[in-house]
Nanobody, 116 residues
């Protein structure tokens, strides 16, 4: 039915950039909120960025000023532009979509590795 598929992860050196994409398929509705979480080895999963249906955004303090979340509603796709990457950004990044009064949807994750 509804599926979120991430892409764009990979290996990049510190200071570099990556652009993650998350496409929602199997639905024509728009999520009220879409966002990105990440989970580093041995760490709790944390919210990185989120964007609402009104296009307001929020970011974790650790990525503020370096990451930009955006959404292309026509393509049912949310993006995460990551600049000035640091080794601490290394994690599996998960896309999520939320609908009010409904379940949360999660992608399978894409690995981002930032080398020193």
């Amino acid at each position: 039915q509804v599926q979120l598929v991430e892409s764009g992860g990979g290996l990049v050196q510190a200071g570099g950039s990556l652009r993650l994409s998350c496409r929602a398929s199997g639905t024509i509705f728009l999520f009220n909120v879409m966002g990105w979480y990440r989970q580093a080895p041995g760490k709790q999963r944390e919210l990185v960025a989120a964007i609402t249906s009104s296009d307001s955004t929020t970011y974790a303090d650790s990525v503020q000023g370096r990451y930009t979340i955006s959404r292309d509603k026509a393509k049912n796709t949310v993006y995460l532009q990551m600049n000035s990457l640091k080794p601490e950004d290394t994690a599996v990044y998960y896309c999520t979509g939320k609908v009010a009064s409904g379940p949360d949807y999660w992608g399978q994750g894409t690995q981002v590795t930032v080398s020193s």
